[in-house]
């Protein structure tokens, strides 16, 4: 069997992959995020991840992060929209070691006040490194125009003003209205059995008392395409072409996350790359993404260009995305394209953490996960037509932002 599934009286799920390796990585993924929030605590479950390290009622906060490094170990954290992880990568011999430190941090926080007023100047300066950066900053004022009105519009680091008002209080309750162990999955991979990381999760997590999740999140109101430029006086335009797509449950999930690939993957023999940059030289960077998430997704192109070229890069992207909904893949392509993304998907799985924190995402989403061959199978079924439906489906209204 490639995955090993269990659950803890609690209700924290868990789930163990044994690999030949050295090495062990372990998370502890927790189904909430930026979506979570009520609108006056923007910002305050990316906090809660910084806030994290800042000390236990065991730990002062230079002993959370010593306590793996010293071992010559990492250990990390990050928010998404709809989830926080934390996850440490350790030796094998270890991996007990990065286990307790993880539920350590997730159960037993302090939150001081006094770390926390530090660690809020360390996130304004995120926050103006994003805004620094056109590229990163036009993607989050595209998804928040995207789902106006919802929890998944707006940026996961927060405003300034919002955040210099939060404090240990704000991140306790958050966290115990948000944090609950229905909403936990614990996913480790590592040269050891299933029993043996099962009884390591037994060991630090069982502890924690059982709690659910009070709350459901709303779905996204319907929307209108939309068209809108910004000046912001850059030395290129920067435009996202783009729209709502298919949630992560949804079958049709699979066709567009190839189709996005053809389109504008990371390879250099993508639609876009090519008639873009390579026949064209209008652009350095260009690319397709699609990002699923619980109840709906968003499909993005995003290219950067002198002014002067931006028109005819959106015309070739527009002439792409035509082409993709109304004439079918040459069997040559779909196979061609089949095999391409097959290969990266096996190429991903190489990355031990990688796949550790995909299968915890998973379990935690679908209470289920498909091994590669499973998926690989899939890929090779997909027909030319649900390409074409998919994108007729996806493509035939998008939005625009432009920045210059």
Request: hydrophobic share 40%; aromatic share 8%; charged share 25%.
């Amino acid at each position: 069997m490639e995955f090993y599934t269990y659950t803890l009286p609690n209700g924290i799920r868990g789930i163990h992959r044994q690999v030949r390796n050295t090495v062990a990585h372990c998370a502890l993924v927790i189904g909430a995020g930026s979506r979570d929030e009520h609108p006056d605590q923007y910002g305050l479950a990316h906090l809660t991840e910084h806030a994290f390290f800042k000390g236990t009622g065991r730990r002062k906060a230079w002993q959370v992060n010593c306590r793996l490094e010293n071992l010559g170990g990492e250990l990390n954290a990050f928010t998404t929209k709809e989830d926080t992880t934390i996850h440490a990568t350790t030796l094998k011999g270890d991996f007990a070691k990065a286990a307790e430190l993880i539920a350590d941090i997730a159960f037993r926080s302090t939150f001081p006040d006094r770390e926390l007023e530090r660690e809020k100047e360390v996130i304004v300066d995120e926050i103006n490194t994003y805004k620094d950066s056109p590229a990163d900053l036009i993607y989050d004022t595209f998804e928040d125009m995207l789902f106006e009105g919802s929890e998944l519009g707006h940026n996961i680091l927060g405003r300034k003003a919002a955040l210099m008002r939060y404090n240990g209080d704000a991140i306790r309750a958050f966290t115990a209205r948000t944090h609950t162990t229905d909403q936990m999955v614990f996913s480790s991979i590592g040269n050891f059995t299933a029993k043996a990381a099962e009884a390591v999760a037994t060991r630090y997590f069982a502890g924690q008392p059982a709690s659910q999740r009070g709350f459901l999140r709303t779905a996204p109101a319907p929307y209108r395409a939309f068209e809108k430029t910004v000046s912001k006086h850059t030395h290129q335009t920067h435009c996202i072409i783009g729209g709502r797509a298919f949630g992560i449950a949804e079958e049709r999930r699979l066709p567009l996350a190839l189709l996005t690939n053809i389109l504008g993957g990371p390879c250099a023999n993508s639609l876009l790359n090519v008639v873009v940059r390579e026949k064209n030289g209008l652009s350095y960077n260009i690319e397709a993404g699609y990002t699923p998430y619980g109840d709906t997704g968003i499909v993005a192109i995003y290219f950067s260009s002198d002014h002067s070229n931006a028109g005819q890069c959106i015309d070739l992207i527009e002439g792409q995305l035509r082409k993709l909904r109304t004439v079918p893949l040459t069997a040559r392509q779909l196979s061609m394209a089949k095999k391409q993304f097959i290969a990266q998907l096996a190429i991903s799985s190489e990355s031990n953490e990688s796949y550790m924190l995909g299968a915890g995402k998973s379990l935690l989403t679908h209470n289920d996960i498909d091994t590669m061959e499973q998926v690989y199978a899939k890929v090779r079924a997909l027909t030319a037509r649900q390409l074409t439906e998919v994108a007729e489906e996806v493509f035939a209204n998008l939005s625009r932002l432009i920045y210059q």
